[in-house]
């Protein structure tokens, strides 16, 4: 069968698998929109609003909101590094290209299947002994095969304390010690991919950063609900107001940053004021150059009663 034949088969079987969930949820990278979407999907003007001076704007989509949208020029995608089809990133790359866009892959160091994984201790002496050399090369052989330009985000939110990554629990040396790792394992394998140390954006982070050697950019989470503001702040709060502490951290790195996750929900005043500004330049975050939306409902649960926030920018129509 012909190379053209070939991956022309493979998509049409990737949608087919996708759409009818017979792909098991750890095998695939985790954004590649599948099908065309449903007439029933109505866009809300939770959509960021992108000008011309606005900074580099983003998303990780996995349900294809953005799929059009020319303001769009980073697709991100998350996969583990165990479990899964790397062969399937020729689909996303083929998606990026189609619509102009870099791609932006988080790489979490786990199998996304709960009952695989290791021990927060085991994965990390495991790194360190060289164990999980091949899993980061083999992502990495295969991201140099790719037509879009590619920035690894490895590990991300090692400074978090909710619980959600069990490489949140390492000694900040211990991190440190284990990113170096990962990325000079991947330079052997890919010479051009950008590497992106994504702290969550808690006071700790500076602990974490590996060094200006295996740094190209930074990236920050930066998420609002507003009945979350409300609660602990008394008011609504900004997406300026939520970024400052973080990148006051950062920048004396001196280092691009990007919102590597940006989400927000809440009324229609909350949700219409962090769409005019999320994406906006501002004088006093000069290095901030790219925003990237997290369009899908959150997928570990915020403290309670806050549950699982909705970041998605589209609502179900009613008929």
């Given amino acids: 069968m012909s190379n053209r034949k070939t991956k ?33 999907r109505q866009i809300t003007d939770k959509r960021p609003k992108i000008g011309p001076d606005s900074a580099t704007f ?32 020729s689909l996303a790359d083929d998606y990026a290209q189609k619509r102009g866009r870099k791609l932006l892959i988080t790489v979490e160091p786990w199998s996304w299947a709960v009952d695989r994984r290791s021990t927060s201790e085991e994965l990390l002496q495991g790194i360190l002994a060289g164990k999980y050399d091949r899993n980061m090369a083999a992502v990495c052989d295969t991201a140099a095969t790719l037509k879009s330009d590619v920035t690894i985000r490895w590990a991300q939110e090692m400074d978090e304390t909710d619980n959600q990554f069990i490489w949140s629990h390492w000694q900040p040396s211990s991190y440190i010690a284990a990113y170096r790792r990962m990325v000079n394992v991947c330079r052997k394998h890919d010479k051009s991919a950008k590497y ?53 951290l950062v920048q004396g790195f001196k280092k691009p940053v990007a919102v590597a996750e940006l989400g927000y929900e809440g009324d229609a005043t909350y949700v219409s004021n962090w769409a005019a500004n999320a994406a906006k330049r501002y004088p006093e975050f000069p290095n901030l150059t790219a925003v990237v ?13 806050y549950g699982l926030p909705n970041w998605r920018v589209v609502k179900e129509a009613s008929f």
């Fill in 293 to 305: 939306y997290f369009n899908d409902k959150e997928l570990y649960p915020w403290p309670k009663p």
């Fill in 196 to 248: 992106m140390w994504s702290p969550k954006g808690e006071p700790s982070l500076v602990k974490f950063y590996p060094g200006d050697d295996v740094v190209d950019v930074i990236g920050l989470s930066v998420f609002g609900l507003q009945q979350y503001d409300k609660d602990h702040f008394g008011a609504d709060r900004t997406f300026a107001q939520l970024l400052t502490p973080k990148y006051r």
């Fill in 58 to 89: 983003g998303a990780y989509d996995p349900h294809g909101d953005f799929r059009d949208d020319p303001n769009s020029k980073i697709e991100h995608l998350f996969l583990p590094w165990e479990d899964v089809d790397l062969a399937t990133l």
């Fill in 8 to 40: 022309a088969a493979m998509v049409a079987l990737f949608a087919t698998l996708a759409t009818t969930g017979t792909i098991f949820a750890a095998s695939i990278p985790r954004g590649i929109p599948a099908g065309e979407g449903t007439h029933a």
